[in-house]
Nanobody, 121 residues
Framework: VQLVESGGGSVQSGGSLRLSCEAS????????IGWFRQPPGKQREEVAH????????YYADSAKGRFTISMDSAKTTVYLQMNSLKPEDTALYYCATARVVLGVCEDDFKYWGQGTQVTVS
């Protein structure tokens, strides 16, 4: 598994963080790279994903208008820019990858990074 997250930390409410996911092992193929999070005591949920070909994006309702997923021009790193952070954004954030089948990102994100902690107070 070659997905490595970084950029987490502690911020005050209203602040910003940019998470990075080094994903070069996967971005050369037609795949989805997604960001997920798991708040304390809750189930993991998807935040956003991006298609490596075409760069179409998807956002969960909780992320719309505040978070932006992007991929660098070299297609080695996928970012999650998080603005206007709220305490409820506190979670362990993961990046993961899934295949694209018939133009659609599969639900089965098979490969995962170790996660990076985001704490908003």
């Amino acid at each position: 598994v070659q997905l490595v997250e970084s950029g987490g930390g502690s911020v005050q409410s209203g602040g910003s963080l940019r998470l990075s996911c080094e994903a070069s092992a996967y971005t050369r193929a037609n795949r989805c790279i997604g960001w997920f999070r798991q708040p304390p005591g809750k189930q993991r949920e998807e935040v956003a994903h991006i298609y490596t070909v075409g760069r179409s994006v998807y956002y969960a309702d909780s992320a719309k208008g505040r978070f932006t997923i992007s991929m660098d021009s070299a297609k080695t790193t996928v970012y999650l820019q998080m603005n206007s952070l709220k305490p409820e954004d506190t979670a362990l954030y993961y990046c993961a990858t899934a295949r694209v089948v018939l133009g659609v990102c599969e639900d089965d994100f098979k490969y995962w990074g170790q996660g990076t902690q985001v704490t908003v107070s």
